[in-house]
């Protein structure tokens, strides 16, 4: 039987960088999450009898949104749903899912890095038919949809088991429960030499993944134990956990220290890396040697003819603009187009579709490529084995070797977590307000070449998203950007973004933020940060 269940709108489920991020008890609201996945049908057309992929990253409140989207898809009109077993779909697997099967969309729950448990965050996410993130034309509908919402439909049935493989009917609608791991899998083994890997690997050459309790365990522990033969407990905390096990599930220098450490201690592994809740961001370490996001994305540019998948050379690159332009150089020497976008996946996929680009990638551990629509943090790792087994040298060789022919780029980020939110606002208001007197000026010493608040207009179909970061650009190419976080779910986050290009080789072997010194000083000193956020330290240093 099919209800109409009447409603009132909430006031604040506007989506941000990725989709809607709330805390669980928001979302336990009576008809919240309801509201939300309805107001995402009622911006779409077209979807009567199609299929609908949905999956979460196993966090606390997964399954319960799950059986309610299912109840509401059959409600809605969809003809199918397919949905991971227990629930459960990495954010790069459900963009697969979407485009193998020729879904009309997908509903992906999670709130990514963020931590998961009774008291801490949860997300819905639309992906579009090509498998990204619905472009901000539709979140918007979404958002203005949800202002005014009055009923929503559902199908008044029993819970769908999620944890049996197989088909089941749902009023009508058809549920497909998947084997959430295979797919994706196979699609890796199409893109990388999985038996020059194997060979790296059986020759002695170590490597850890740390799935930090959430999505990619299953996936790491196919791929890496079972199919490409490294020693059992090659992947640590395997099992996805609703609380991520208390951890903060972010692969950065902060959250992922243990395995950093353990590379870099003298009889540790060759190489480790590591994802985040819902598997779309990696972070890759080599003995010896951090490869920052920024890096990353040059590398793989540069080396990616190493991999099978990629063999015929790539069509161009494309990176967030508070990103390092270290992939820059590499996409003018190989005489390819560079794309400059906003922060967040869901920017680049009309420069996909379009056969603009083949790899992107941001400065927040997030690489991937046309073979999705979202990042993939697995797939950037097995680029990176590809990479080691093809050169036949470490990732420190492969990175120093990188600086020296195209300059290094020293990059950091500074968050500051937690700040109040007018104080926030007011920090970029008064930036904002001097931006247009800052050219030619000297801010500790550095000269101001250009200062702007980015505008991004897509080539593709032409659409302009104003105020995506303020940057200031110094003569020689350094550069800080601003700019406030839109995936938190408490006070605001204020990014700061800092980039040195330094082309001299014998000046490749400087701590990074001992690199950086002059432009961190410089951006306190145009933006006041301590002043406004009121703390002296930011809360983390990527
Ligand atoms: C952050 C990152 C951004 C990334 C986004 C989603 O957004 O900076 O690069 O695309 O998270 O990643 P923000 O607005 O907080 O800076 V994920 O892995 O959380 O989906
Ligand atoms: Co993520």
Same mark, same amino acid.
């Given at each position: #039987?099919?209800?109409?269940? =009447?409603?009132?709108?909430?006031?604040?489920?506007?989506?941000?960088?990725?989709?809607?991020?709330?805390?669980?008890?928001?979302?336990?609201?009576?008809?919240?999450?309801?509201?939300?996945?309805?107001?995402?049908?009622?911006?779409?057309?077209?979807?009567?009898?199609?299929?609908?992929?949905?999956?979460?990253?196993?966090?606390?409140?997964? %399954?319960?949104?799950?059986?309610?989207?299912l109840k509401m898809a059959a409600a809605n009109g969809f003809g199918k749903v397919m949905v991971g077993k227990g629930g459960i779909l990495s954010t790069p697997a459900a963009s697969h899912v979407i485009r193998k099967y020729h879904a009309f969309g997908g509903i992906v729950l999670s709130a990514s890095h963020n931590p998961g448990g009774p008291t801490e965050d949860f997300g819905i996410k639309y992906n579009i038919g090509n498998g990204g993130p619905a472009p901000e034309k539709i979140t918007d509908a979404i958002f203005d949809r949800?202002?005014?919402?009055?009923?929503?439909?559902?199908?008044?049935?029993?819970?769908?088991?999620?944890?049996?493989?197989?088909?089941?009917?749902?009023?009508?609608?058809?549920?497909?429960?998947?084997?959430?791991?295979?797919?994706?899998?196979?699609?890796?083994?199409?893109?990388?030499?999985?038996?020059?890997?194997?060979?790296?690997?059986?020759?002695?050459?170590?490597?850890?993944?740390?799935?930090?309790?959430?999505?990619?365990?299953?996936?790491?522990?196919?791929?890496?134990?079972?199919?490409?033969?490294?020693?059992?407990?090659?992947?640590?905390?395997? /099992?996805?956990?609703?609380?991520?096990?208390?951890?903060?599930?972010?692969?950065?220098?902060?959250?992922?220290?243990?395995?950093?450490?353990?590379?870099?201690?003298?009889?540790?592994?060759?190489?480790?890396?590591?994802?985040?809740?819902?598997?779309? %961001?990696?972070? /890759?370490?080599?003995?010896?040697?951090?490869?920052?996001?920024?890096? =990353?994305?040059?590398?793989?540019?540069?080396?990616?003819?190493?991999?099978?998948?990629? %063999?015929?050379?790539?069509?161009?690159?494309?990176?967030?603009?508070?990103?390092?332009?270290?992939?820059?150089?590499?996409?003018?020497?190989?005489?390819?187009? #560079?794309?400059?976008?906003?922060?967040?996946?869901?920017?680049?996929?009309?420069?996909?579709?379009? $056969?603009?680009?083949?790899?992107?990638?941001?400065?927040?551990?997030?690489?991937?490529?046309?073979?999705?629509?979202?990042?993939?943090?697995?797939?950037?790792?097995?680029?990176?084995?590809?990479?080691?087994?093809?050169?036949?040298?470490?990732?420190?060789?492969?990175?120093?070797?990188?600086?020296?022919?195209?300059?290094?780029?020293?990059?950091?980020?500074?968050?500051?977590?937690?700040?109040?939110?007018?104080?926030?606002?007011?920090?970029?208001?008064?930036?904002?307000?001097?931006?247009?007197?800052?050219?030619?000026?000297?801010?500790?010493?550095?000269?101001?070449?250009?200062?702007?608040?980015?505008?991004?207009?897509?080539?593709?179909?032409?659409?302009?998203?104003?105020?995506?970061?303020?940057?200031?650009?110094?003569? $020689?190419? =350094?550069?800080?950007?601003?700019?406030?976080?839109?995936? $938190?779910?408490?006070?605001?986050?204020?990014?700061?973004?800092?980039?040195?290009?330094?082309?001299?080789?014998?000046?490749?072997?400087?701590?990074?933020?001992?690199?950086?010194?002059?432009?961190?000083?410089?951006?306190?000193?145009?933006?006041?940060?301590?002043?406004?956020?009121?703390?002296?330290?930011?809360?983390?240093?990527?």
């Open positions: #039987m099919i209800l109409t269940v =009447s409603t009132k709108p909430y006031a604040d489920q506007k989506p941000g960088t990725s989709g809607l991020r709330k805390k669980v008890p928001v979302f336990q609201q009576e008809n919240y999450a309801e509201n939300f996945i309805q107001a995402i049908f009622d911006s779409l057309e077209g979807f009567e009898g199609q299929t609908l992929v949905i999956g979460g990253d196993g966090r606390y409140y997964n %399954r319960e949104v799950i059986q309610v989207a949800t202002r005014n919402i009055d009923s929503y439909k559902i199908a008044d049935v029993a819970d769908i088991d999620l944890d049996t493989v197989g088909s089941f009917d749902l009023a009508g609608m058809t549920v497909e429960v998947i084997d959430p791991v295979t797919d994706y899998a196979d699609l890796m083994e199409t893109l990388f030499d999985f038996p020059a890997i194997r060979s790296l690997i059986s020759g002695g050459f170590r490597v850890v993944i740390d799935s930090m309790s959430a999505v990619t365990g299953p996936y790491a522990v196919e791929i890496l134990e079972k199919r490409l033969g490294a020693p059992a407990g090659s992947v640590r905390n395997e /099992v996805p956990l609703p609380d991520f096990g208390h951890h903060h599930p972010d692969p950065n220098l902060v959250h992922a220290k243990e395995l950093y450490d353990d590379v870099m201690s003298a009889d540790g592994p060759d190489f480790g890396a590591a994802s985040d809740g819902d598997g779309d %961001r990696n972070m /890759v370490v080599g003995k010896g040697m951090f490869v920052t996001p920024s890096d =990353s994305l040059a590398m793989i540019a540069a080396n990616a003819t190493c991999a099978p998948g990629y %063999r015929q050379g790539i069509a161009g690159i494309a990176r967030s603009m508070p990103t390092s332009a270290a992939a820059d150089r590499v996409a003018e020497k190989l005489g390819i187009g #560079m794309y400059e976008t906003p922060t967040g996946w869901k920017f680049f996929g009309n420069l996909m579709d379009a $056969g603009k680009v083949t790899v992107c990638g941001e400065e927040s551990f997030g690489t991937g490529s046309d073979h999705v629509r979202e990042k993939d943090g697995l797939w950037a790792v097995l680029f990176w084995l590809n990479i080691v087994a093809a050169r036949k040298q470490s990732v420190k060789e492969i990175v120093e070797a990188h600086w020296a022919e195209y300059g290094r780029n020293y990059y950091s980020r500074h968050d500051y977590e937690g700040v109040d939110t007018d104080n926030a606002n007011a920090l970029v208001t008064a930036l904002r307000a001097k931006l247009g007197s800052l050219p030619g000026t000297t801010i500790n010493g550095l000269v101001v070449s250009a200062a702007d608040d980015f505008a991004y207009h897509d080539p593709i179909d032409h659409s302009v998203s104003k105020n995506q970061g303020i940057r200031i650009l110094f003569e $020689g190419g =350094s550069r800080i950007v601003f700019r406030l976080s839109g995936t $938190g779910t408490s006070g605001a986050t204020l990014r700061l973004y800092v980039e040195r290009y330094e082309p001299d080789a014998s000046r490749h072997g400087i701590e990074t933020q001992a690199a950086l010194a002059d432009l961190i000083a410089a951006a306190e000193e145009v933006a006041e940060i301590k002043r406004y956020t009121g703390m002296n330290e930011p809360t983390v240093i990527t």
